[in-house]
């Protein structure tokens, strides 16, 4: 079964930074895109940012220069460092993960969520 599971969530200042973390387990991810959503309250969930097993990741556009993504192949794990937060960034930021190499296509599997709340 697989379980993708976030952590790192909380409240910041504007301006501040948050590193969130998502363990993913119950199979090998070779292979596999790893990617970052959120959702706003009243909005739609939104890609943020994805990363192939190998290669280039992808930026939305309002995040790009202040959020990097990464992942440790090893440990099946990726990671988002959000740096100079804005309010507007507040959400519940959820890791989600898809096969292939294709990081705007379909999910298939998704964590529960970890909320960020960016005070102005």
């Known amino acids: 079964q697989v379980q993708l599971v976030e952590s790192g969530g909380g409240l910041v200042q504007a301006g501040g930074s948050l590193r969130l973390s998502c363990a993913a387990s119950g199979r090998t991810f070779s292979n596999y895109a790893l990617g970052w959503f959120r959702q706003a309250p009243g909005k739609e969930r939104e890609f943020v940012a994805a990363i192939p097993w190998s290669g280039s990741s992808r930026y939305a556009d309002s995040v790009k220069g202040r959020f990097t993504i990464s992942r440790d192949n090893a440990k099946n794990t990726v990671a988002l460092q959000m740096n100079s937060l804005k309010p507007e960034d507040t959400a519940v930021y959820y890791c989600?993960?898809?096969?292939?190499?294709?990081?705007?296509?379909?999910?298939?599997?998704w964590g529960q969520g970890t909320q960020v709340t960016v005070s102005s």
């Open positions: 989600a993960a898809r096969w292939g190499a294709d990081l705007m296509g379909k999910y298939d599997y």
